[in-house]
């Protein structure tokens, strides 16, 4: 098993803000494919794992942007190629199969698994309807725990906020 770094990312993107651009599914598939053929082509052509490391996250970031699939943990998945180890470094260009397509189709499965049970967190971002995009931001559109969260935090400011000013 192969621990990834930029899996964690990817995570964060999409759990917490899955209608993100950045974080749609050609972004994630290819972002993360794409930067891994060229980490491994950087560590492999590249004399210098200093150079190697640069150019594998310029590069990426490029590639990503001409090919319309900008995925910020992307560029973190090219330097993982560079600097990444022996175990990283023996698989060559099988580490855009294993690990990195294999654990990116693990994340984006449950991902669709979890948001499936929201009506208002449907993911991929074309899978929302037109009723479910609503303005959230009026408090009787609003999710329950939205409602919650934004009387907790009005609370918890009343009480904070003369503290401060006195």
């Known amino acids: 098993m192969y621990i990834v ?3 964690g990312a990817s995570a964060v993107l999409l759990f917490a803000v899955p209608h993100s651009a950045l974080g749609q599914l050609w972004n994630v598939i290819g972002g993360h494919l794409i930067s891994a053929a060229i980490g491994v082509a950087c560590y492999q052509w590249l ?6 490391a640069g150019a594998s996250v310029g590069l990426a970031i490029g590639a990503m942007y001409y090919t319309r699939c900008i995925h910020p943990p ?7 190629a560079v600097i990444g180890g022996q175990n990283i ?8 199969l294993t690990p990195i397509a294999i654990y990116t189709a693990t994340i984006l499965l449950v991902v669709l698994f979890c948001n499936a049970f929201f009506h208002w967190r449907r993911y991929p971002a074309f899978l929302l309807s037109k009723e ?4 959230y931001t ?13 009387h907790s935090a009005k609370w918890t400011f009343s009480l904070i906020l003369p ?3 006195c």
Do not use: C, R, V
Request: a negative charge; hydrophobic letters at 45%.
């Open 5 to 7: 770094p930029s899996m």
């Open 74 to 80: 992307g560029g973190a998945t090219a330097l993982a």
């Open 47 to 52: 004399p210098s794992n200093g150079i190697a």
């Open 132 to 135: 479910t995009e609503k303005d």
């Open 89 to 96: 470094h023996a698989l060559g260009y099988q580490y855009i």
């Open 138 to 150: 009026n408090s009787e559109n609003a999710p329950d725990m939205l409602i919650l969260f934004m």
């Open 163 to 165: 503290k401060m000013i």
